[in-house]
Structures are given as C-alpha cells and as structure tokens.
C-alpha cells in the first residue's frame, strides 16, 4: 500500500509534469524544459496547452498552405482562412 506521501508526490509533480511533457512533444518544443516547468508550477499545463507549435508535428499540427497558420492534422479545412488542405503531406 502506498504511503500518504508518495501519494501526494505523484498527484502534485508527476502527473502535472508528466502531461507537460507530453503536450510539449506534440507542439515540438522542449519536453525537459516544460515538464519541469509543469511538474513545479502546474499553471504551465495551460500555457503550453494554448500554445502552437514551433514547426509542422507530423500526426499532430500540420501548417495551412494558404494563410501559414498550425491546424490540427486531420482537419480538411483551414479553420482561419477556409481553404481546403490535402489528404496527405
């Protein structure tokens, strides 16, 4: 059985520090450097969460060919200037 205190270890660091960096991959930015951030202050979930990426994730983010804005991958359309986007890249 788990202590109390490993319990509240894992809920408070690394849950909130193990997301972090999963949102972190999926926007191509710095895993360690966010799951630090996110397992201390866990008010960094959001700001990470509302962040673009820095480049194209393939399977994640892929840039609109007419207005250079990130969508999601599997969107058929830009949701910021309504041109259609490819089925594959």
């Known amino acids: 059985m788990m202590k109390p205190v490993y319990l509240f270890f894992l809920l408070v660091f690394v849950v909130p ?14 895993v ?3 799951s630090l951030l996110s397992a201390v202050f866990p008010i960094f979930l959001l700001v990470i969460y509302f962040h673009k990426p820095l480049r194209e994730v393939e399977g994640k983010f892929r840039r609109c060919g007419g207005c250079g804005e990130f969508i999601p991958w599997r969107e058929t359309a830009c949701r910021y200037c ?5 089925a594959h890249r």
Do not use: F, H, K
Request: aromatic fraction near 4%; charged fraction near 15%; hydrophobic fraction near 40%.
């Open 32 to 34: 360690i450097v966010w």
């Open 82 to 86: 309504g041109q259609e986007q490819p």
């Open 17 to 30: 520090g193990v997301t972090g960096g999963i949102l972190a991959a999926n926007r191509a930015r710095s």
